[in-house]
DNA sequence: GAACCCATGTAACTAGTTACATGATTCA
DNA sequence: TGAATCATGTAACTAGTTACATGGGTTC
């Protein structure tokens, strides 16, 4: 495991504490582990062990003390072994490869739909990759030592989401050639109440005014992991609209307890997606006063609102449309 | 874990035994689990648990009597479920971004010679790759439905690893653009010991009749891992020969015994990277004679062979040698 | 007879994740 | 009062890996 030689690279940079270091990992996009405390605070009490950093307990008024790690002399060493020892062979995990290994079967419409959503997927990914980037530890504002391969960095990441999609070009064209249904036996026809098991979230697209929107209401199910607001995209994007209204409803209660980070994240997600939402809250359903202060103030005024009816929802929505198709 | 969805989806093509499972995922350089028994035999209990498919025993004379499981249609529903749901995002994780993001002190030999170095990794990568892709399950041999994108996915994986080698050689001239050592701090300049020690085995340069080879000798630490493949093959393009003498007492164990597959792999990532290797033995020292056989059936004869003295070795390494340096 | 192959399965472990617990302070 | 932030830490879990156990048959 290397983490602990990234703590200790980190730490050539300037003395850190373990929240610190937390959340550089977790904001850091090619840092691959979800940073979390209790392999960082673990991994700090090896390295104490191995002399590789020394602690120092500052206390604070009122805040928690912090320990603060600096990095020693064998710890420098130690770092330096890691860096010339033999790199890792890159991987990857793409899903979608196996899937579409095993998807022969499926008619040209399913095959269709997998990949325009798969693009869909990796386009917002390649967006907030971009974000991510800019605004993470390394980004290279001044160009110091500590960002020196910042560009090289973004860069390669980036082209990793770019050549994902001119691929997925290619196998739109070469699916675009297959026929319509193929010889595929009689018990692998799809059953279209099944996907809808699977898309747990009920959806309908509404025209008014000759612009369209998807409206998502409850079906049992409600908004509670980030793979979610891939799903409202996926949607938005099959429908060829970007706006969305959401049943109050909806949200479940982890999502508007900001604690849980959950409504930033989709929420996010959607903004960088360019996805304009509109919530409409039933009469007496009511949010936390906070959660609706982080809407404003996240500057989502634009793209994300809450509103006490569906009407206002809507007029809100269809007003602010720019390009309506 | 959509480790289910797959071994449904391979069931698709032809009802499958757990050892036929795991040899296919093993083989399959897309599908990114190691294939163990633990994870696979285990999967056919849930999924024969939850009715997905159906298990016939079938007893052998002599070998042991085989499961052979079967999809069923409820089998089927869930895999389309699975297949028409939204794509898990692709990620990768490569390290060398990370110790690029981490290696701003360091001076630009060093630099250079981690760079190269992974150029040898994901270029040996790359080849291997390809050979696995060309015989694994899905290889798109006739036109069969059952690979019908063989194709695109072996372009996707490959074009991973060349953008990988592309941009290796921009961060290239990026490092030759950077002067010889830069304002580093005193205590960041590298003690040489200390990457001897890391770099578990000791070798040396030897020059004979024109030609350079790698002679590499016991230090304590003996070829045990897949990794030291990489090692020698990054040691050789340092010193940029394609020739080795291995003493036979690097050899582990391990190595020789055939069962851990070690010996298998190791010298096919040298094959691959064509790096011709000699083993010279000393007096007394005897491998399996199943070792000696499974270098001469595997093809090796031209590129591996095993002698009772360094002399021999030598000679047969530089004889063969095409192209001398 | 050593060590491989087929075929099933389990034990023990590593890496990594999510979720919880604490407790003072700030903020509305 | 409720909930967020700073800061540390632990518990419980999932996923995945390596290694072992079994045992007849084959191959040299």
């Given amino acids: 495991m290397s983490l602990n030689h990234v703590i200790l690279g980190l730490l050539t940079r300037e003395p850190l504490t373990g929240y610190e270091m937390k959340k550089i990992i977790q904001a850091t996009p090619f840092m691959y582990w979800s940073g979390n405390n209790n392999q960082i605070y673990k991994a700090f009490v090896v390295l104490l062990d191995e002399g590789f950093v020394t602690k120092e307990v500052q206390h604070q008024d009122g805040l928690p003390s ?14 330096n072994k890691w860096l010339l020892s033999v790199t890792d062979v890159p991987i ?20 269709e739909s997998i990949l325009t959503s798969y693009e ?4 917002m990914q390649l967006i907030l990759s971009e974000r ?10 001044e160009p110091s030592d500590g960002s020196l391969f910042a560009d ?11 050549t994902e999609l001119s691929w997925i070009q290619k196998v739109k064209t070469f699916i675009a050639g297959l026929p ?18 699977e898309s747990t979230m009920n959806y309908q697209i509404i025209e008014r005014q000759g612009n369209r929107y998807l409206y998502l209401t409850t079906s049992g199910s409600l908004i509670q992991r980030e793979q979610d607001a891939l799903d409202i995209i996926s949607f938005c994007a099959e429908h060829d609209t970007n706006t969305v209204v959401l049943d109050g409803n909806i949200l479940s209660d982890d999502f508007v307890k900001l604690k849980t980070g959950l409504a930033g994240t989709v929420l996010q997600k959607l903004v960088n997606y360019k996805i304009k939402v509109a919530i409409s809250l039933k009469g007496g359903q009511n949010f936390p006063v906070r959660f609706q202060e982080m809407i404003s103030k996240n500057g989502f005024g634009n793209t994300f609102r809450v509103f006490t009816n569906l009407k206002d929802a809507v007029n809100w929505l269809l007003a602010k449309k720019r390009k309506s198709k």
Same sequence: chains 1, 2.
Avoid: M, P, W
């Fill in 132 to 141: 991510e980037l800019d605004k993470c530890y390394f980004a290279g504002q």
């Fill in 92 to 111: 990857f995990k793409k899903q979608f490869l196996i899937k579409l290994a095993l998807a022969y079967r499926l008619k040209r419409s399913d095959l």
């Fill in 180 to 197: 319509k249904t193929r010889n595929i036996t009689k018990d692998t026809i799809l059953q279209k109440e099944n996907n809808d098991v």
């Fill in 152 to 162: 090289l960095i973004r860069e390669n990441i980036l082209s990793f989401y770019s």
């Fill in 66 to 79: 912090k320990n603060i790690y600096t990095i020693t002399n064998d710890g420098i060493n130690e770092l």
């Fill in 120 to 123: 869909n997927v990796v386009k």
